[in-house]
């Protein structure tokens, strides 16, 4: 439970676009994580606004991430864009 916290704490961003997106994110699909995907999403957060936006908007991913960021923010983004 300590790890889901920090992981709802660290959601909260700078960016709009990202403190929708990762709360949209940990409100839906954080419970169906594994403890490890869990710790991989809480690292991924560690890093500045920009650099998380700039690996999920673009298709420059991490091959460390790739399984995260794919269910984050789907390569058919043309469904998350509609939702707006």
Known sequence: MI???QIKYRCRRG???LDLILNNFYE???PQLSIEMKKLF???LEMDDN???YVLDSNHQSK???SLINLIYP???KEIKSEK
Do not use: P, V
């Open 3 to 5: 790890l889901d916290n």
């Open 15 to 17: 960016l709009l676009e």
């Open 28 to 30: 839906n699909k954080l």
């Open 42 to 44: 809480l690292e991924f």
């Open 51 to 53: 650099d998380i936006w």
């Open 64 to 66: 460390k991430y790739d």
């Open 75 to 77: 390569k058919n983004k």
